[in-house]
């Protein structure tokens, strides 16, 4: 079993930056894939980036790329979301989560575990 916790949220402005954090516990991440979900009010959740068990492979929504970086720090058991120049399109609740699977990692139905997510709020 593996227990995720988010957090880094918050109101900011346009142009502002923020780095969400999900912290692990029960098992180590290292052999687990990680993604980062978002849901928008009266939206399905939708993909925003993930990073593979290996930590070599990455892959972003395209309206995040170039904005947003994934990474893990396995020593610490935690996977961040370096989210920089937010929209305020990018207004939602984040979502960590943890897949022992190794395909179809852009659908949420592919992660056995999930954090409780975070408010972002973006103000333009």
């Known amino acids: 079993q593996v227990q995720l916790v988010e957090s880094g949220g918050g109101l900011v402005q346009a142009g502002d930056s923020l780095r969400l954090s999900c912290a692990a516990s029960?098992?180590?991440?290292?052999?687990?894939?990680m993604g980062w979900f978002r849901q928008a009010p009266g939206k399905e959740r939708e993909f925003v980036a993930l990073?593979?068990?290996?930590?070599?492979?990455?892959y972003y929504t395209d309206s995040v790329k170039g904005r947003f970086t994934i990474f893990r720090d396995n020593a610490k058991n935690t996977v961040y979301l370096q989210m920089n120049s937010l929209k305020a399109e990018d207004t939602a609740v984040y979502y960590c989560?943890?897949?022992?699977?190794?395909?179809?990692?852009?659908?949420?139905?592919?992660?056995?575990?999930w954090g409780q997510g975070t408010q972002v709020t973006v103000s333009s």
């Open positions: 990073i593979r068990w290996s930590g070599t492979s990455t």
């Open positions: 989560a943890a897949a022992a699977g190794r395909v179809g990692l852009l659908s949420p139905n592919a992660y056995d575990y």
């Open positions: 029960g098992r180590t991440l290292s052999s687990y894939s």
